[in-house]
């Protein structure tokens, strides 16, 4: 097959995927994504995720009052033929500019941050950490956060410096629970996560 080929061979895959997910019946309590040429179904998370969605997302609220940026969860990000839902992310107030053309998300293109919270489970720290961690470089956010209480006890991970050609960001940094994980860039810059928002160490799973 040459090279063409194969190039359309690829894109007619994600023009039928695309097509798929846009006509999907989610079944209540699951989002759907488009990662790496597959749709994802995957659970919405339990208490303890929905609480340090809120918590963040109530910080966040705080801090970006004024600055035209505001927390969002659960929203299609959409990058091409790829969609992604972060559990919380940072937009524009005003989102006319980056709406997707069909009206069915925010475009990557204008997402400063997003904030992905582990859920239990190999297959959920591997999406995470890994699948989507490919899927929000090579859509350019220009920064990825994990909060991960299986990560030896609980760590937030911050990511930046995304190489959309490698699929791969630049610069990781860990903190683990009970200390400051600081945002270093973009309309966030400066914002803490740390024990107000993911509680103290958690006994290893």
Same mark, same amino acid.
């Given at each position: 097959m040459s090279a063409l080929a194969a190039e359309e061979t690829v894109v007619n895959l994600d023009q039928q995927l695309w097509q =798929?997910?846009?006509s999907m019946d989610v079944p209540e309590g699951f989002r759907a994504e488009i990662i790496e040429g597959t749709i994802t179904l995957s659970p919405t998370g339990g208490t303890r995720h929905f609480? *340090?969605?809120?918590r963040l997302g109530q910080a966040l609220y705080e801090y970006l009052r004024g600055t035209g940026f505001a927390p969002a969860q659960d929203g299609n990000v959409i990058a091409g033929l790829k969609v992604l839902i972060p559990d919380v992310f940072v937009a524009p107030d005003d989102t006319d500019e980056i709406e997707h053309p069909e009206g069915l998300g925010l475009l990557a293109s204008g997402i400063p941050l $997003? $904030?992905?919270? $582990?859920?239990? /489970?190999?297959? =959920?720290r591997k999406r995470d950490h890994v699948l989507k961690h490919r899927a929000y470089a090579a =859509? /350019? *956010?220009p920064v990825y956060v994990i909060i991960d209480d299986y990560d030896d006890g /609980? =760590? $937030?991970t911050i990511l930046t410096g995304p190489d959309a050609g490698r699929r791969a960001y630049a610069s990781s940094t860990r903190v683990p629970y009970g200390q400051e994980a600081v945002i270093p860039e973009g309309p966030a810059k400066g914002f803490v996560i740390g024990p107000d928002v993911t509680g103290e160490r958690r006994p290893k799973s």
């Open positions: =798929a997910w846009k609480t *340090i969605n809120r $997003v $904030v992905e919270t $582990v859920s239990p /489970g190999a297959e =959920a =859509a /350019g *956010i /609980g =760590a $937030v």
